[in-house]
């Protein structure tokens, strides 16, 4: 009989920086760690991200998003880094310039890989099995040292015409969301993975080394809503004045069956911070 594959639906709570009133929410640990970042931009990030998983969870525990406990390091003790929350799904942050993203897995639903036989349907055990991953870049950083990130991404992802910043971008966010899906983050050696073309749909060719087989991976592209989110109020439409655009990618690890992502719904994370107090950050156009 075959492994049957995994299906996930992926929230991604979309904000910019700066969750007002959602500081007090943090440990002791993560209030010290705010507390060394050496700029401002990057503590509000970070207060955001966790303010995120800590609202979305809290919302999916039935608690108060300040008594949501994060842990690092993975569920089964083998990866350090990697944030996770006791009983609850996989979740993921990623944030970058005017963007801070946490992903949290939804439904899972098991299908026997034939004639689409769902043998089950938000079954919380086969959600426990299914970690994700997102990343999102600005494509400034590619656009200023291209030349110097060329060997960062398997020469075989490159696209017809050659790298530029987009493509370079698409390629990096993958990669980083299918690593942090699995724990490693970049620890993983750059060969011990290649994914598709940066001009073709985001796949997973090939996995080795410590990295799960590449049927149990996952990964897609997600559209960011067009503009630049600012702290203080709307979308500012059009992007950055200099050209350069955030892209997205979110990924799944399923050690123990093939995963599948199912809807991937983007959604404003300051409507979230708002139910709970924590102060809008910028309305995206986002349900
Ligand atoms: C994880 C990593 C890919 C993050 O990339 P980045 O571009 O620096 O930052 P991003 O904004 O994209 O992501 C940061 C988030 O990744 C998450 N993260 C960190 N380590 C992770 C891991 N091993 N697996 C999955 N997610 C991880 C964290 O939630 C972090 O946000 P937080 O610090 O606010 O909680 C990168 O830092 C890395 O590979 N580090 C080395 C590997 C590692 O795990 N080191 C930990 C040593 S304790």
């Known amino acids: 009989m075959p492994t049957p594959l995994l299906t996930a639906s992926v929230t991604v709570w979309c904000a910019a920086p700066g969750a007002t009133g959602a500081a007090g929410w943090l440990s002791r640990d993560e209030g010290l760690r705010a507390a060394t970042f050496r700029h401002e931009e990057d503590r509000r990030r970070f207060v955001t991200g966790r303010a995120l998983v800590r609202a979305a969870l ?23 880094g990697r944030p996770f929350v006791e009983g609850a799904p996989s979740f993921s942050i990623a944030h970058a310039g005017g963007w801070v993203l946490v992903a949290v897995v939804g439904t899972v639903t098991s299908s026997r890989g034939v004639a689409g036989d769902a043998t089950s349907d938000g079954d919380p055990d086969l959600a426990a099995g299914v970690d994700v991953g997102v990343d999102v870049e600005s494509t400034a950083p590619a ?22 910043a987009v493509t370079f971008t698409r390629s990096w966010v993958r990669r980083e969301a299918v690593l942090k899906a699995v724990g490693t983050g970049l620890l993983a050696p750059r060969d011990d993975l290649l994914l598709s073309r940066a001009d073709r749909p985001a796949a997973v060719v090939r996995s080795g080394g410590a990295l799960p087989a590449a049927d149990r991976l996952a990964v897609s592209d997600v559209g960011l809503p067009e503009g630049t989110p600012r702290a203080t109020g709307s979308v500012v439409r059009g992007g ?11 990924a ?25 107090g924590a102060g809008a950050t910028a309305r995206l156009g986002l349900p």
């Open 252 to 276: 799944l690890c399923a050690p123990h069956h093939p995963p599948a992502l199912g809807t991937v719904t983007l959604c404003a994370g300051s409507t979230l911070l708002a139910r709970h």
């Open 143 to 164: 656009r200023d040292h291209l030349r110097d990130l060329l060997d960062a991404v398997p020469p075989e992802e490159v696209p017809v015409g050659g790298w530029d």
């Open 58 to 80: 809290g919302e999916r525990l039935g608690v108060d998003p300040a008594d949501v406990t994060i842990r690092r390091g993975r569920r089964d003790g083998a990866s350090p």
């Open 240 to 250: 950055p004045d200099d050209g350069t655009s955030s892209l997205a990618a979110v």
